[in-house]
């Protein structure tokens, strides 16, 4: 099984910058395809981005196009997340997620089996 830890979550103003990070141990990232996903309280967990397993096709809510990027470095066991002009509708719990569809951005959060703890960003407008 692969355990996730998130990091690099904070208070950060409106128009400001975050990365992100999500450490993987147990097994090799490089089996799977990787997410991002956020929760505001009272909502759902939504899709954010999305990155096949050997990094070369990406997916983006149309809510961070332009504005997040999502990457890997599989020799490291990291998934990241950079997001650039943040907003104060950012504002979320971030998890990260490992899907077993290893070719497929899968957009669901019922395509993923397995769960980071999450890591807070508040963005202050």
């Known amino acids: 099984q692969v355990q996730l830890v998130e990091s690099g979550g904070g208070l950060v103003q409106a128009g400001g910058s975050l990365r992100l990070s999500c450490a993987a141990s147990g097994r090799p990232l490089s089996r799977y395809t990787m997410g991002w996903f956020r929760q505001a309280p009272g909502k759902e967990r939504d899709f954010v981005a999305a990155?096949?397993?050997?990094?070369?096709?990406?997916s983006y809510a149309d809510s961070v196009k332009g504005r997040f990027t999502i990457s890997r470095d599989n020799a490291k066991n990291t998934l990241y997340l950079q997001m650039n002009s943040l907003k104060a509708e950012d504002t979320a719990v971030y998890y990260c997620?490992?899907?077993?569809?290893?070719?497929?951005?899968?957009?669901?959060?019922?395509?993923?089996?397995?769960w980071g703890q999450g890591t807070q960003v508040t963005v202050s407008s």
């Open positions: 997620a490992t899907s077993p569809n290893m070719y497929y951005t899968e957009l669901s959060p019922g395509y993923y089996n397995a």
């Open positions: 990155i096949i397993s050997s990094g070369a096709s990406t």
